[in-house]
Structures are given as structure tokens and as C-alpha cells.
Nanobody
Framework: VQLQASGGGMVQAGDSLRLSCAAS??????MGWFRQAPGEEREFVAG????????LYADSVKGRFTISRDNVKRMVYLQMNSLKPEDTAVYYC?????????????????WGQGTLVTVSS
């Protein structure tokens, strides 16, 4: 199983970015995005249930970020708008085989390599 995240970069505050995560050859019950800033713990950003499309967001990104999926391509996206310097982090794609969207890292069995997002003021 392989998750390949891409789309990170360096932008200015207020700009937008779209992250992509490719799931090789299979689908999962839940896919999510986490992020980790330097010196901080990895935190939940957004998640989506593959079967229903239901979503969950961290309060810090609600209204600015949108998670979505493409069933055919087996891709998950994170559209990030109105980016702030505090959004700067390495963003990780994660997946779990069963259950519901969970905000903690432990239930997710699979992780991508991370993609860096840097937002300057």
C-alpha cells in the first residue's frame, strides 16, 4: 500500500494551494490529512469517509480548507484557501481500513511521505 502526497509549495498569506494524495491500487474506509509544524505534534486537519463522502475538519481550517475525493482516480484532495502563516507545516496523507474519521493519528494504518507547505506573511 502506498500513499503519495504532492502539491506543497511556498505561497504568501491569502493564497491557495491544492494538495493531492494518490492511493495505489485500492480504496480505504477513511482518508485524511494531518500536518506537523516544526517542534509540534502531528495534528488532524481534515478527513473523509470514502463510501459516504462525509467530512470532518479541524476548527482551525474549517471554512478555508475542503477535502474531497475522486472515486475513479482513487485520489484525495485538500483545497486550501486563505492560507495563513500558521498553516505552515509538512502535510501528510493518511488512511485507515475501517471505521470512521478519527482526529488522532494512531488509528491510521497508512501514511504518505509528506509535502511541505510554507506560507509567508
Amino acid at each position: 500500500v502506498q500513499l503519495q502526497a504532492s502539491g506543497g509549495g511556498m505561497v504568501q498569506a491569502g493564497d491557495s494551494l491544492r494538495l493531492s494524495c494518490a492511493a495505489s491500487g485500492r480504496t480505504f474506509s477513511v482518508m485524511g490529512w494531518f500536518r506537523q509544524a516544526p517542534g509540534e505534534e502531528r495534528e488532524f486537519v481534515a478527513g473523509i469517509r470514502w463510501s459516504t463522502g462525509s467530512t470532518l475538519y479541524a476548527d482551525s481550517v474549517k471554512g478555508r480548507f475542503t477535502i474531497s475525493r475522486d472515486n475513479v482516480k482513487r485520489m484525495v484532495y485538500l483545497q486550501m484557501n486563505s492560507l495563513k502563516p500558521e498553516d505552515t507545516a509538512v502535510y501528510y496523507c493518511a488512511a485507515r481500513d475501517s471505521g470512521v474519521i478519527i482526529r488522532t493519528t494512531r488509528p491510521y494504518e497508512y501514511w504518505g511521505q509528506g509535502t511541505l507547505v510554507t506560507v509567508s506573511s
